[in-house]
Every structure is written in structure tokens, then in C-alpha cells.
Nanobody, 119 residues
Framework: QVQLVESGGGLVQAGGSLRLSCVAS????????MGWFRKAPEKERELVAR????????YYTDSVKGRFTITRDNAKNAVYLQMNNLKPEDTAVYYC????????????WGQGTQVTVSS
């Protein structure tokens, strides 16, 4: 079992920045690919960014490219999402998720943290 604890959400004005953090339990953190998802009201859940177990491979959805950066620190069992130049359309609940690197299924999820961007 892997437990994920998120933090860092809040209220910011458009153009501002936030850094989301996710800390995982366990001793095999590097065996999991990590993803950040978001869910806005009346919209489908969306994969925002993902990072491989080693941290060498990353992916971003087009709407956040150049603004968001996903990183991980396996020594601290942590993954981060640095969000710059935030836009009102980034407003959502953001979730950290983990999956074994050999599968496409995210098996573990954090509780979510609210990000609100005002215009």
C-alpha cells in the first residue's frame, strides 16, 4: 500500500505561482511513475503531467507546457508540480497519483488540493 499526502494548493491571482507537493509512504518510491491530475467542476478529470520512476522522462498536457514543471526527489519520496503564470482555467482540484512503472493503471491517489486562480 502507498499513501500519498498532498499540499501547496491555495488562492492566487492570474500570473502568480504555486508549488504543489506530494509525499509518499513506502520504500520503493522509484518503482512508481507519478502523475498530477486535475478535476474542474463540470469537466472531465485531466492528466496534467507525469514523470517516470527515474525522473528522466516527463510529459505535459499542451495547455500547461512551458508553465508547469514536474519533478521528483526519490530520496524524499516526493513529487512536485511547480506552476507558473497561472491562468483562471487552471482552477481545479489537483490530485497526485502513483502507478507501478510496468502498468498504465494509477493504483494510488492523494486526497486532492484545491487550486483557485482569480482573474
Amino acid at each position: 500500500q502507498v499513501q500519498l499526502v498532498e499540499s501547496g494548493g491555495g488562492l492566487v491571482q492570474a500570473g502568480g505561482s504555486l508549488r504543489l507537493s506530494c509525499v509518499a509512504s513506502g520504500r520503493t518510491f522509484s518503482s512508481y511513475s507519478m502523475g498530477w491530475f486535475r478535476k474542474a467542476p463540470e469537466k472531465e478529470r485531466e492528466l496534467v503531467a507525469r514523470i517516470s520512476g527515474s525522473g528522466e522522462i516527463t510529459y505535459y498536457t499542451d495547455s500547461v507546457k512551458g508553465r508547469f514543471t514536474i519533478t521528483r526527489d526519490n530520496a524524499k519520496n516526493a513529487v512536485y508540480l511547480q506552476m507558473n503564470n497561472l491562468k483562471p482555467e487552471d482552477t481545479a482540484v489537483y490530485y497526485c497519483a502513483a502507478r507501478p512503472v510496468t502498468t498504465l493503471i494509477y493504483s494510488y491517489w492523494g486526497q486532492g488540493t484545491q487550486v483557485t486562480v482569480s482573474s
